[in-house]
Structure formats: C-alpha cells, structure tokens
Nanobody, 123 residues
C-alpha cells in the first residue's frame, strides 16, 4: 500500500507560480515512478507530468511543456510540480499518482492516487 498526500494548491492570478508537493508513505519511494494529473469540472483526467523511479527521466503533457517542471526528492519521499506562467485553463484539481511499472501518460498505468489539491487561476 502507498499513501499519497498532495499540498500546495490555491488561488492565484494568471502569470503566477505555484509549487505542488506530494508526500508518499507506505513503501520505499525510490521503487516507483510518480505522475501528476489534473481534472477540471466536466472534463476527463489529463496527464500533466511524470518522473521515472530510477534515472529520473521526465515526461510532460503538451499543454504544460516549458511551463511546468516535475522533480523528486527520494530522501523526503516527495515529488514536486513547479508550475510557472499559470493560465486560467490550468484551473483543475491536481492529483499525484504512483506507478510500479513504467510511468506513462495514461491513468490506467498508475496504482495509487492521492486525494487531490485544487488549483484555481484567475484571469
């Protein structure tokens, strides 16, 4: 079992930055890859970013490339999502997820999910 707890969401203006954190517990953090997804009202859950468990390879959704950065600190069992140049269309609930397989952009690839943290970007 893996427990994931997100934090760092909030209400910001367009152009601002936020950093989300996700703390994991329950199993050795370095043994699984991590991803961030988001879901806006009435829309499907969307892939945002992922980072592999070993080498730390990173992957991004097209809508956030160049603005968001995913990173991990295995000593703190934490994955981060640095979000810069936020836009109103980034408004969503952001979820972190853990994968014991190869990280990918598909929801079904992930084994555990956090409860989510709300990010609201005003224009």
């Amino acid at each position: 079992q893996v427990q994931l707890v997100e934090s760092g969401g909030g209400l910001v203006q367009a152009g601002a930055s936020l950093r989300l954190s996700c703390v994991a517990s329950g199993r050795t953090f370095s043994t699984y890859g991590m991803g961030w997804f988001r879901q806006a009202p009435g829309k499907e859950r969307e892939f945002v970013a992922a980072i592999s468990r070993s080498v730390g390879n990173t992957y991004y959704g097209d809508s956030v490339k160049g603005r968001f950065t995913i990173s991990r600190d295995n000593a703190k069992s934490t994955v981060y999502l640095q979000m810069n140049s936020l836009k109103p269309e980034d408004t969503a609930v952001y979820y972190c997820a853990a994968s014991f397989g190869k990280v990918a952009g598909r929801v079904g690839e992930y084994d555990y999910w956090g409860q989510g943290t709300q990010v609201t970007v005003s224009s």
